[in-house]
């Protein structure tokens, strides 16, 4: 993967700048206008309203071939090949720990340094992955 691009206002993370921009765009603007009309959540693009729908879907087009498992989207099968592979080529300066991306090398180097750089706009708690903001409040 190239490089992940984090938007300063909320942390959020993404793959492409491309990406970072759309979000900065629905960010400034908060418009909203493409409603799932299943749970009535709200998106600024049509394309992350389909995507969304999925969700909602107990379609799963996308297969692993080397164990079968199917998943709903082609990007989530990407994530989860990786699984498959038993080769650990990025290794933690600080312990050691080995691991099969370079991305989740990045993410658990943070435990070391100390730096939290998510932070929860309820309650003002930081941590040092994304994931952990939404799964606290």
């Not at 693009?45 to 389909?50: C, D």
């Amino acid at each position: 993967m190239r490089g992940l691009y984090s938007f300063q206002d909320c942390g959020k993370r993404f793959r492409r700048g491309r990406d970072l921009r759309t979000h900065s765009l629905g960010v400034q603007v908060k418009e909203k206008n493409h409603v799932c009309n299943v749970c009535e959540k709200g998106f600024v693009q049509t394309s992350a309203l389909s995507a969304h729908m999925s969700t909602h879907s107990d379609d799963r087009p996308s297969r692993c071939e080397a164990c079968g498992k199917t998943l709903k989207e082609k990007i989530t099968l990407n994530a989860h090949q990786f699984t498959h592979i038993s080769e650990k080529r990025f290794t933690c300066d600080t312990c050691g720990k080995q691991l099969r991306r370079r991305e989740t090398l990045q993410r658990y180097e943070l435990i070391h340094s100390g730096v939290q750089p998510f932070e929860c706009s309820v309650c003002r708690m930081k941590f040092n992955q994304s994931c952990s903001v939404t799964s606290t409040c």
